[in-house]
């Protein structure tokens, strides 16, 4: 008899957390010349992020989805807090639910340095349970963002470049050096 999703949620949860880093984590491994990948998890999910991740100059707040494979949800809740960090972003990614092997990845955000897009033109989230007269109220601070919205991403090769790299114009990560001069991020030249 196969394991009950639901009733493991939070070790499904945290197992495809580590999944997925550990995926990021081989990748910048096998190639000598990045630098080694940082990665810091929020204690308290209250402002849209679950883990926050450095490359370089580059650091990305990023919200964590996940669907089963050939799961039908069609949006994803999006805290509008997120918005007000400077490289804020949600990947969302498809998994097994028999081995818990993640298989595919969708992206929201902008590039390494921008924040994300206007949350406000969203729709507002509701609460999943109803109140004592049974309403299932309004959820302020989360939106509800389209699946055709994310981008697909193939691999986690390509998820890397998205989150932390192609960065080339300084402008776009807002760092720069004590001397002034811009800090890059991704492999040197």
């Known amino acids: 008899m196969p394991r009950s999703i639901p009733e493991n949620s939070l070790y499904v949860e945290k197992a495809l957390q580590h999944a997925f880093l550990a995926k990021l ?64 972003c949600v990947v969302w990614h498809e998994y097994d639910p028999a081995t818990l092997e993640i298989h595919h990845f969708l992206f929201f955000g902008g590039r390494p340095g921008e924040r994300l897009p206007d949350l406000t033109a969203f729709k507002v989230a509701r609460k999943s349970r109803g109140n004592a007269e049974g309403v299932k109220t309004d959820r302020r601070s989360v939106r509800l963002v389209p699946r055709s919205r994310f981008k697909s991403v193939a691999s986690v090769e390509e998820l890397l470049v998205q989150l932390l790299e192609n960065c080339s114009d300084p402008r776009a990560t807002g760092n720069r050096a004590p001397s002034g001069e811009p800090v890059r991020a991704g492999r040197p030249d």
């Not at 998890?41 to 964590?64: C, F, K, M, P, W």
């Open 25 to 88: 984590h081989q990748v910048i491994w096998a190639s000598e010349a990045r630098p080694l990948l940082e990665v810091s998890a929020a204690e308290i999910d209250n402002r849209g992020y679950d883990v926050v991740l450095s490359l370089g100059a580059v650091t990305r707040h990023v919200q964590l989805k996940s669907t089963q494979l050939g799961g039908k949800r069609r949006s994803a809740d999006v805290h509008v807090g997120l918005a007000e960090k400077g490289s804020g």
